[in-house]
């Protein structure tokens, strides 16, 4: 029983060591997910949470970062969230659902596995006299993500109505219509639609993210150390600003009207100077720098392949030419995701 707890955890490790080296077999053949119609993963970095009871909503809108309400109406079956230290920094990031036919005192949700145990005595420790449960179900549900071209273009035509008949469906990404569409379900079933598709590796929805500057998890977002802005949780649905206090809220608050966001989470693409990719080079931690004056850029958060994400200053890396210290072989390009509001892109001086 132990060995089956640890599973996921070794998984997850297993595909992070995997991530910072090398890229999936997939992509040494040639595959391009752009290419593809529709794909889906199961999540393997993640594990399944159940919050229950008649103060599950309170419980929830005193500690996360988004409006919890929302899940109630038939609009927002699903929301992301951030829980965040007292000095606003971010901690754990989780995807909440409510089941299909909607109730006040029962939610799901997926979370980090690398940190779930943690993120439930951190929940347990503040439920004080609350009336709710919160548990570890893991071993009887999964995660999985459907993702491509095709979804995207169709997602007009998706519908939560695709489920099976346990009660569990494929809701609309909560963060961004590019990254498709989310859903926990039954371990021991198939998720409807799944047989039908091309099933692939994590790995490919990692690239997936990468590619448009999506960073998921404590470990592509630092737990303790990074910034929500930083991370543009903002523009990925994250945060609300029309609800009560929670944790961490004084600070994301005053930074979102009064602060300057001059970094922000950014894809990049490493190759050398002939324009050939670089891959197997580059490991996060690494930190980028001005060509010619090694100044620091930002540091490398997340890496498949030639394929990374980093926290970057806004005006060094879109003016500047970029390497990795100490290998100036190796040459950085950033690509500014289409998804970004205009705003961004024209924050903020020195």
């Known amino acids: 029983m132990l060995l089956q707890r640890r599973r996921p955890v070794f998984s997850f490790l297993r595909r992070l060591l995997h991530s910072a080296t090398t890229i999936s077999q997939h992509h040494h053949q040639g595959i391009k997910l752009e290419e593809t119609s529709s794909v889906s993963c199961r999540l393997t970095s993640r594990a399944v949470i159940k919050i229950h009871g008649p103060d599950a909503i309170k419980f929830l809108q005193g500690l996360l970062t988004n409006d919890v309400k929302r899940i109630l109406s038939q609009t927002s079956p699903s929301i992301y969230n951030a829980v965040l230290t007292s000095q606003g920094r971010f901690l754990y990031d989780l995807f909440v659902y409510r089941p299909l036919l909607p109730r006040e005192d029962l939610f799901y949700a997926d979370v980090g ?198 926290v970057l200053k806004l005006k060094d890396s879109t003016q500047s030419s970029l390497v990795i210290r100490d290998h100036p072989d190796i040459m950085i390009s950033v690509t500014l995701p289409e998804w970004w509001p205009s705003e961004w892109t024209q924050e903020h001086p020195e």
């Open 113 to 310: 596995v690398d940190v779930v145990d943690e993120l439930l005595d951190s929940f347990k420790r503040y439920r004080l006299r609350s009336k709710v449960e919160i548990q570890n179900v893991a071993e009887e549900f999964t995660c999985w993500q459907r993702f491509g071209d095709k979804i995207v273009a169709n997602s007009s035509s998706e519908s939560p109505a695709n489920g099976n008949n346990f009660g569990y469906s494929w809701y609309k990404d909560p963060r961004l219509e590019c990254l498709g569409f989310r859903g926990i379900f039954p371990s021991d079933t198939i998720p409807p639609l799944v047989k039908y598709e091309k099933k692939m590796d994590e790995d490919d929805y990692l690239l997936w993210r990468l590619k448009r500057g999506v960073a998921e998890g404590s470990i592509e977002i630092p737990k303790g150390v990074a910034i929500p802005h930083e991370f543009n949780l903002i523009g990925l649905n994250a945060i609300s600003f029309d609800k009560g206090c929670y944790v961490g809220q004084e600070f994301v608050a005053r930074t979102h009207y009064r602060g300057i966001i001059r970094k922000r989470l950014i894809p990049m693409k490493f190759t050398n100077e002939n324009g050939e990719e670089v891959k197997q080079r580059v490991i996060p931690g690494m930190e980028v720098v001005e060509a010619n004056s090694n100044k620091k850029i930002g540091t490398i958060s997340m890496v498949l392949g030639c394929h990374g994400i980093g």
